[in-house]
């Protein structure tokens, strides 16, 4: 059964730094690996995904994630980090249509 | 504006009752879902539906009940027999056919037993 680990549950970042987020997935073959982001009290936004192609891929808000077949990851990066990206992170694996496994999260805080 | 609504943003239950959360898209995609989201467990499937009149369950379906009678509208029931219904509700939804797509939520639903 796939499986989506972020080891990190709470993580802070002073505005401006750079942030990676990690996610390692559990899955046999190549997997559909999505980024989504979540403010408290609403729904999820896609940040980003990968399909196939180019390993690199950009989302929305100036952040990327490279997928690394060897390691299993999808870890999510941003060069510099905005109070505006304060928000729980979640990353997610899709086998099919009805088949997304989400992990359980990363709290971001940011402080000044 | 294409998108998910779901109804109400809060809502309170008394134990022994049955709700209807709304979950309703104008995105024109086949599949819909709900999730179950609390406190660190990331998300949960509970029931998915990739057609009209036809719906599947997920992980955590006991305690909990869905119709799908139009595309656009796919609501949830969370009966007496849920023991915890207490939880962030989110529902989604997805094209099916062609190249894999993404699942779009909506702003979720939050049910408290009081």
Redesign the interface.
């Known amino acids: 059964a796939q499986s989506?680990t972020q080891p990190d549950?709470h993580i802070t970042v002073s505005e401006g730094a750079s942030l990676e987020l990690r996610c390692n997935y559990s899955y046999g073959a190549t997997p559909?690996l999505?980024w989504?982001v979540q403010s408290p009290?609403?729904?999820?936004?896609?940040l980003l995904?990968y399909?196939s192609g180019d390993t690199l891929v950009q989302g929305i808000k100036g952040f990327e994630a490279e997928f690394k077949r060897s390691q299993s990851s999808f870890n999510l990066r941003k060069p510099s980090v905005h109070w505006s990206d304060a928000a729980e992170y979640?990353c997610a694996v899709?086998e099919g249509?009805?088949k997304?496994t989400?992990?359980?999260?990363t709290k971001l805080q940011v402080i000044p | 504006d294409g998108g998910?609504t779901?109804s109400p943003k809060y809502l309170f239950r008394k134990e022994g009752q049955n709700v209807t959360l709304s979950c309703e898209q104008n995105l024109n995609h086949d599949?819909m879902?709900w999730y179950r989201q609390d406190p660190?467990?990331?998300?949960r499937?509970i029931y998915?539906s990739?057609i009209v009149n036809d719906f599947?369950k997920?992980d955590i379906a006991e305690g909990y009940s869905v119709s799908r009678e139009k595309k656009e509208s796919f609501p949830l029931t969370v009966t007496s027999a849920q023991k915890n219904p207490t939880a962030?509700y989110?529902c989604?939804s997805?094209q099916?056919g062609g190249?894999?797509d993404?699942?779009?939520?909506?702003?979720?639903t939050?049910l408290t037993v009081l």
């Open positions: 989506v549950i559909y999505f989504y009290g609403q729904g999820l936004q896609l995904k399909f979640f899709g249509y009805q997304v989400f992990g359980t999260g | 998910i779901q599949a879902y660190g467990q990331g998300l499937l998915y990739q599947q997920g962030f989110l989604a997805q099916v190249s894999y993404t699942q779009y939520f909506g702003p979720g939050r």
